[in-house]
Protein backbone atom coordinates (compact mmCIF):
# COMPACT_ATOMS: atom_id res chain seq x y z
CA UNK A 1 0.00 0.00 0.00
CA UNK A 2 1.50 3.53 -1.20
CA UNK A 3 2.22 5.81 1.82
CA UNK A 4 -0.59 8.52 0.46
CA UNK A 5 -3.19 5.76 0.76
CA UNK A 6 -2.51 4.62 3.62
CA UNK A 7 -2.52 9.00 5.31
CA UNK A 8 -5.24 9.33 3.55
CA UNK A 9 -7.16 6.20 5.23
CA UNK A 10 -5.43 6.88 8.14
CA UNK A 11 -7.39 10.96 8.25
CA UNK A 12 -10.56 9.15 7.13
CA UNK A 13 -10.22 6.92 10.12
CA UNK A 14 -9.83 9.57 12.73
CA UNK A 15 -12.43 12.08 11.68
CA UNK A 16 -14.65 11.04 14.29
CA UNK A 17 -11.91 10.79 17.18
CA UNK A 18 -11.14 14.52 16.13
CA UNK A 19 -14.53 15.83 15.48
CA UNK A 20 -15.29 13.89 19.68
CA UNK A 21 -12.13 16.02 20.66
CA UNK A 22 -13.22 18.93 18.78
CA UNK A 23 -16.56 18.81 21.01
CA UNK A 24 -14.31 17.84 24.22
CA UNK A 25 -12.12 21.22 23.67
CA UNK A 26 -15.20 23.46 23.45
CA UNK A 27 -15.95 22.30 27.03
CA UNK A 28 -12.96 21.93 28.88
CA UNK A 29 -11.21 25.18 30.26
CA UNK A 30 -8.38 24.28 32.45
CA UNK A 31 -5.91 21.11 32.21
CA UNK A 32 -6.21 21.69 28.40
CA UNK A 33 -3.09 20.13 27.72
CA UNK A 34 -3.71 17.42 30.17
CA UNK A 35 -6.71 16.38 28.73
CA UNK A 36 -5.68 16.88 24.79
CA UNK A 37 -2.64 14.58 25.69
CA UNK A 38 -5.37 11.74 27.53
CA UNK A 39 -7.76 11.89 24.78
CA UNK A 40 -5.35 11.63 22.22
CA UNK A 41 -3.94 8.88 24.05
CA UNK A 42 -6.68 6.88 24.49
CA UNK A 43 -8.32 7.71 20.62
CA UNK A 44 -4.68 6.84 19.20
CA UNK A 45 -4.09 3.33 21.21
CA UNK A 46 -7.80 2.06 20.59
CA UNK A 47 -7.94 3.53 16.55
CA UNK A 48 -4.11 1.49 16.37
CA UNK A 49 -5.91 -1.90 18.23
CA UNK A 50 -9.01 -2.35 16.54
CA UNK A 51 -7.46 -2.55 13.07
CA UNK A 52 -5.24 -5.31 14.55
CA UNK A 53 -8.60 -7.09 15.45
CA UNK A 54 -9.85 -6.63 12.34
CA UNK A 55 -6.30 -7.61 10.51
CA UNK A 56 -6.32 -10.98 12.86
CA UNK A 57 -10.24 -12.19 12.08
CA UNK A 58 -9.49 -11.03 8.49
CA UNK A 59 -5.92 -13.47 8.04
CA UNK A 60 -7.84 -16.43 9.25
CA UNK A 61 -10.76 -16.47 6.33
CA UNK A 62 -8.51 -14.71 3.73
CA UNK A 63 -7.97 -17.59 1.83
CA UNK A 64 -12.21 -18.50 1.62
CA UNK A 65 -12.45 -14.91 0.32
CA UNK A 66 -9.53 -14.12 -2.11
CA UNK A 67 -12.13 -14.15 -5.11
CA UNK A 68 -14.05 -11.32 -3.63
CA UNK A 69 -11.70 -9.42 -1.29
CA UNK A 70 -11.41 -6.23 -3.44
CA UNK A 71 -15.55 -6.01 -3.07
CA UNK A 72 -14.97 -6.83 -0.19
CA UNK A 73 -12.84 -4.05 0.93
CA UNK A 74 -14.98 -1.85 -1.61
CA UNK A 75 -18.03 -2.29 0.32
CA UNK A 76 -16.75 -1.86 3.77
CA UNK A 77 -14.81 0.76 3.08
CA UNK A 78 -18.01 2.52 1.39
CA UNK A 79 -20.45 1.85 4.21
CA UNK A 80 -18.25 3.38 6.52
CA UNK A 81 -17.61 6.45 4.14
CA UNK A 82 -21.79 6.70 4.06
CA UNK A 83 -22.23 6.34 7.74
CA UNK A 84 -19.53 8.88 8.20
CA UNK A 85 -21.28 11.13 5.70
CA UNK A 86 -25.36 10.41 7.10
CA UNK A 87 -24.16 10.79 10.68
CA UNK A 88 -22.72 14.31 9.60
CA UNK A 89 -26.46 15.31 9.12
CA UNK A 90 -27.44 14.41 12.09
CA UNK A 91 -28.77 18.12 14.33
CA UNK A 92 -27.10 18.97 17.25
CA UNK A 93 -29.60 21.20 19.06
CA UNK A 94 -28.71 20.18 22.33
CA UNK A 95 -26.59 22.72 24.16
CA UNK A 96 -24.75 20.50 26.31
CA UNK A 97 -24.19 17.46 23.63
CA UNK A 98 -20.68 18.76 23.45
CA UNK A 99 -19.70 18.17 26.74
CA UNK A 100 -17.78 15.13 27.25
CA UNK A 101 -16.67 13.79 30.59
CA UNK A 102 -13.11 12.68 30.85
CA UNK A 103 -13.65 9.67 33.43
CA UNK A 104 -11.60 6.52 32.25
CA UNK A 105 -15.19 4.64 31.67
CA UNK A 106 -16.37 7.32 29.43
CA UNK A 107 -13.13 7.49 27.55
CA UNK A 108 -12.91 4.10 27.15
CA UNK A 109 -16.49 3.93 25.33
CA UNK A 110 -15.94 6.72 23.34
CA UNK A 111 -12.71 5.16 22.31
CA UNK A 112 -14.05 1.90 20.91
CA UNK A 113 -17.00 3.60 19.56
CA UNK A 114 -14.89 6.27 17.33
CA UNK A 115 -12.87 3.03 16.27
CA UNK A 116 -15.16 0.59 15.18
CA UNK A 117 -15.07 1.32 11.57
CA UNK A 118 -11.47 0.65 12.06
CA UNK A 119 -12.36 -2.99 13.02
CA UNK A 120 -13.75 -3.50 9.10
CA UNK A 121 -10.30 -1.61 7.63
CA UNK A 122 -8.07 -3.96 9.50
CA UNK A 123 -10.34 -6.70 7.71
CA UNK A 124 -10.44 -5.39 4.57
CA UNK A 125 -6.32 -5.42 5.07
CA UNK A 126 -6.45 -9.26 6.15
CA UNK A 127 -8.22 -9.94 2.73
CA UNK A 128 -6.16 -7.87 0.59
CA UNK A 129 -3.19 -9.35 1.77
CA UNK A 130 -1.49 -6.34 2.97
CA UNK A 131 1.08 -5.93 6.34
CA UNK A 132 -0.53 -4.68 9.15
CA UNK A 133 2.25 -3.73 11.11
CA UNK A 134 2.75 0.26 9.28
CA UNK A 135 -0.54 1.15 8.73
CA UNK A 136 -1.72 0.79 12.59
CA UNK A 137 1.52 2.58 13.67
CA UNK A 138 0.48 5.09 11.18
CA UNK A 139 -3.23 5.25 11.91
CA UNK A 140 -2.69 5.50 15.95
CA UNK A 141 -0.24 8.28 14.76
CA UNK A 142 -2.65 10.01 12.96
CA UNK A 143 -5.46 9.86 15.14
CA UNK A 144 -3.18 10.76 18.40
CA UNK A 145 -1.87 14.00 16.84
CA UNK A 146 -5.58 15.21 15.55
CA UNK A 147 -7.03 14.36 19.02
CA UNK A 148 -4.70 15.69 20.50
CA UNK A 149 -4.99 18.84 18.01
CA UNK A 150 -8.54 18.84 18.19
CA UNK A 151 -8.93 19.72 22.29
CA UNK A 152 -6.61 22.26 22.08
CA UNK A 153 -8.33 24.04 18.81
CA UNK A 154 -12.02 23.25 20.15
CA UNK A 155 -13.10 26.67 21.47
CA UNK A 156 -11.40 28.10 18.38
CA UNK A 157 -13.24 25.87 15.83
CA UNK A 158 -16.00 25.42 17.33
CA UNK A 159 -18.67 23.14 15.64
CA UNK A 160 -18.25 25.28 12.60
CA UNK A 161 -16.01 21.90 10.91
CA UNK A 162 -17.08 19.61 13.12
CA UNK A 163 -19.98 18.15 10.24
CA UNK A 164 -17.99 19.29 7.37
CA UNK A 165 -14.95 17.28 8.28
CA UNK A 166 -17.11 13.94 8.82
CA UNK A 167 -18.35 14.73 5.42
CA UNK A 168 -14.66 15.24 3.93
CA UNK A 169 -13.33 11.94 5.73
CA UNK A 170 -16.41 10.14 4.64
CA UNK A 171 -15.52 10.66 1.02
CA UNK A 172 -11.86 10.00 1.54
CA UNK A 173 -13.11 6.35 2.28
CA UNK A 174 -15.43 6.17 -0.38
CA UNK A 175 -12.64 7.06 -2.72
CA UNK A 176 -10.21 4.62 -1.27
CA UNK A 177 -12.92 1.75 -1.67
CA UNK A 178 -12.82 3.05 -5.60
CA UNK A 179 -9.35 3.02 -5.84
CA UNK A 180 -9.15 -0.47 -4.56
CA UNK A 181 -11.75 -1.98 -6.88
CA UNK A 182 -10.86 -0.17 -9.94
CA UNK A 183 -7.02 -1.67 -9.29
CA UNK A 184 -8.29 -5.06 -8.18
CA UNK A 185 -10.74 -5.28 -11.43
CA UNK A 186 -8.41 -3.53 -14.24
CA UNK A 187 -5.64 -6.23 -12.79
Known amino acids: MDTITLLLIALGLSIDAFAVSVSNGITVRTQRMNHALRIGFFFGSFQALMPLM ?7 LRNLLSNIDHWIAFGLLCLIGIKMIYDSRERNDHPN ?10 LLFLSIATSI ?4 VGF ?16 GMVTFGLSFLGVLAGDKVGHFFEKKIEVVGGLILIGIGIKILIEHLGA
Open 97 to 106: KGAIPLGLWM
Open 124 to 139: SFAVLNISIVTPILVI
Open 54 to 60: GWAAGNR
Open 117 to 120: DALA
